[in-house]
């Protein structure tokens, strides 16, 4: 579970617009956000590659972003955040885990209360640009985050971020792809739990 919900948390920080604040130096960044911030929520398809000492494993799936809440669905589980409470099935398992994240959990599954001090955490420069796209570096101020760099390519035309790559010091390496963001108008029951859709399921209760 941990490792779906850490790459999840490296797609909803760095692939959503969200996080650029009005003032900040990049326009391409600034335009995303504004388009984002003008909606009523994104529907996208994500493709995470992720290399560790030599071994690489692979996710793809569709993800729902509004506001606060997020829904992404996989082969192997679903999982939803309504803003309050957190709810994950795992299809091997057949079980069903309800939770209310503490402090540092919200942290790792919420973009927003990173975003606040955003700017405190990383620089951010172009490293490339065409009439396209645009190539996004950042990197850490604080030598003991444990990413090295990213970067963000996003779409000028489109208005979307539509691929990741973060390296950390570890020598870990993601590379997440994003195609057929959509701006949609969703209801805010698209991530909320209904245990009705889900009969013959445990569900464990851990509010």
């Known amino acids: 579970m941990k490792k779906y919900i850490n790459i999840i948390y490296i797609l909803l920080i760095l692939a959503l617009p969200v996080y650029s604040q009005h003032n900040q130096v990049n326009d391409a960044l600034d335009k995303?956000?504004?388009k984002f911030e003008e909606s009523n929520g994104v529907n996208a398809n994500f493709y995470i590659k992720s290399e560790t000492n030599g071994y690489a494993s692979v996710i793809n799936g569709t993800i729902y972003i509004k506001d606060r809440m997020f829904y992404f669905v996989t082969e192997e589980m679903e999982c939803g955040y309504d803003g309050t409470n957190l709810w994950s099935f795992i299809r091997?398992?057949?079980e069903i885990n309800l939770s209310i994240p503490d402090e540092e959990e919200i942290i790792n599954i919420n973009p927003y209360l990173l975003l606040k001090n955003y700017r405190d955490r990383f620089k951010c420069s172009t490293k490339s640009s065409s009439e396209v796209s645009e190539?996004?570096?950042l990197s850490p101020k604080n030598a003991?985050?444990?990413i090295s760099f990213v970067n963000i390519t996003i779409n000028k035309k489109l208005l979307f971020p539509s691929k990741i790559e973060i390296t950390n010091k570890d020598k870990t390496k993601t590379v997440i792809n994003v195609?057929?963001?959509?701006y949609i108008n969703l209801d805010n029951s698209k991530f909320v739990f209904n245990e009705i859709q889900y009969p013959n399921i445990?569900?464990?209760?851990?509010r």
């Open 144 to 146: 003991d985050n444990t």
């Open 135 to 137: 190539v996004i570096s």
């Open 32 to 34: 995303v956000a504004r």
């Open 202 to 206: 445990e569900i464990i209760d851990l």
């Open 179 to 182: 195609s057929n963001y959509k």
């Open 92 to 94: 091997n398992n057949n």
